[in-house]
């Protein structure tokens, strides 16, 4: 297992220069760079440039290399001193400005993703054991309702839901009365329940697709020759459920780790727009509109990087789980 996980863990360093290659190049591909959004922003608010000075900047912050030096430079600093590059926007290392923000989004997204998990299992399990019944329909209708409904529009729908019954605004990460006051365990409560909206919305998206990963692949199960024989020699329902088929059942739902995890940040983005929670969703929109290049294709490699290991945390867990899986074609 060991010597598995290490032969995974070398295989993602070429897999991760592609990444970081890719996300440059798309950053770069729209016309100009943020010395020219700069320039452009100033002389439209009545501040004149010269040309000269325009050079000067663009040489100061390397926009006169070509593309592959920048790309390089950047990538060189990230593998020897851990330094994703300058914020132009912000003014500050890129690693300061996402520390700022990172923290947020990764506790709303984990927490959306254990969340949807504790709904989902229990419903799929249920909605499987006894199907077509009230809560099986009930169950099919949230599902389609999650995976259908966009995230954003859900987040405005339940933003104003929450305002108009309970008198209670959910945008930003604190009320007003908080938002200079320092820590105390009445701010902490009010930043939980303003982060308990967007965790449902994230985690009703990804619980939708659970549950039905879930029930189809348990009632799957539950139909083959061993679930019989073992009801057969007369072995407990619950028993029998937890032994074999919902063991099996959950492989292909921890398996989507690798794609879920991505989903859940890019969800968080979209919501956190709409909802006015300081967290990657809006400093990434804020980088791509400025050129941004540092500061944006460092988040554009967190988000893919998330994939990479998602997909390596999921393998590790399905050779560990099921004995059935082999690989490197060798059993150990």
């Known amino acids: 297992m060991l010597v598995y996980i290490i032969r995974r863990l070398i295989m993602l360093i070429p897999i991760l220069f592609l990444v970081s290659f890719i996300a440059f190049f798309v950053i770069e591909l729209p016309p100009g760079d943020w010395m020219t959004t700069y320039v452009s922003q100033l002389r439209a608010s009545g501040i004149e440039l010269s040309e000269q000075e325009a050079q000067r900047l663009s040489e100061l912050y390397g926009f006169d290399q070509p593309m ?15 330094d994703f590059g300058w914020s132009f926007q912000w003014g500050k290392p890129v690693s300061e400005v996402i520390a700022e923000r990172l923290p947020i989004t990764l506790a709303i997204s984990l927490m959306a993703l254990i969340f949807s998990w504790l709904i989902a299992i229990p419903i799929g399990i249920y ?42 605004s959910a945008l930003g990460l604190y009320s007003k009365e908080y938002l200079d ?5 009445a701010k902490a ?21 659970t549950i039905r990963v879930l029930r189809a692949n348990l009632l799957d199960e539950l ?59 809006p400093l990434l929109l804020r980088s791509t509109l400025a050129q941004d290049t540092y500061l944006t294709g460092s988040i554009v490699l967190i988000l893919s990087a998330l994939s990479i290991f998602g997909t390596l945390i999921s393998d590790i867990y399905l050779a560990w789980a099921d004995p059935r899986i082999r690989y490197g074609g060798l059993s150990r």
């Open 68 to 82: 592959y030096a920048r790309y390089l430079k950047w990538v060189q600093g990230i593998v020897l001193r851990g």
């Open 127 to 168: 909605s499987a054991t006894h199907q077509y019944s009230l809560v099986d329909y009930l169950a099919t209708f949230i599902g389609f309702i999650g995976l259908a409904t966009p995230g954003f529009l859900l987040a405005m729908i339940l933003a104003w839901a929450v305002y108009e019954f309970f008198g209670f």
């Open 181 to 185: 006051a320092p820590w105390s365990l």
């Open 189 to 209: 409560l009010d930043m939980l329940k303003h982060m308990l909206l967007p965790l449902v919305i994230i985690g009703m998206s990804s619980a939708g697709s």
């Open 223 to 281: 139909k083959k020759q061993y679930v019989i024989t073992a009801r057969c020699k007369g072995m407990s329902e619950i028993r029998l459920l937890f032994k074999y088929p919902i063991r099996l059942a959950l492989n292909p739902v921890f398996s989507t780790i690798g794609w879920l995890l991505p989903a859940i940040f890019a969800g968080e983005v979209l919501i956190s727009i709409v909802l006015s929670v300081p967290s990657i969703g």
